[in-house]
């Protein structure tokens, strides 16, 4: 019986998780490119990850062996997901809270109590 703690055991499972997490990420990373709401900024810095990826140029040179390649794996996700973080919320389709305009010297207040039958 595998034992569920352990190192290589909880490793697998967040590259797994981490892996969807990245596929939805490039998914919306798509979309964002398309939105008219995406700031040029931000699309310019989208097409600045794959060229990452085929330049020659890297933090660790490709050339090492392992940390070449590795270098890759974990630069590229964190682009990735700090991207998805600055897109505007219409992007992303995450929904924003309407707050209603309050009025100054208004007291009355509504408990907030309820329940749903």
């Given at each position: 019986m595998k034992n569920p703690f352990s190192p290589l055991n909880l490793l697998g499972r967040f590259t797994v998780g981490r892996?969807?997490?990245?596929?939805?990420?490039?998914?919306?990373?798509?979309?964002?490119?398309?939105?008219?709401?995406?700031?040029?900024?931000?699309?310019?810095?989208?097409?600045?990850?794959?060229?990452?990826?085929?330049?020659?140029?890297?933090?660790?040179?490709?050339v090492l062996p392992f940390l070449g390649i590795v270098d890759d794996f974990v630069i590229v996700p964190l682009l990735v997901s700090w991207i998805v973080g600055m897109l505007p919320l219409e992007v992303r389709g995450e929904k924003v809270r309407a707050q209603a305009p309050t009025r100054q010297g208004d007291t009355q207040t509504i408990d907030g109590k309820a329940r749903r039958l």
């Open positions: 892996f969807f997490i990245f596929r939805k990420e490039l998914l919306l990373l798509w979309r964002g490119f398309r939105h008219p709401a995406t700031p040029l900024a931000l699309k310019f810095a989208m097409l600045l990850v794959p060229l990452y990826l085929i330049s020659p140029i890297d933090i660790i040179p490709d």
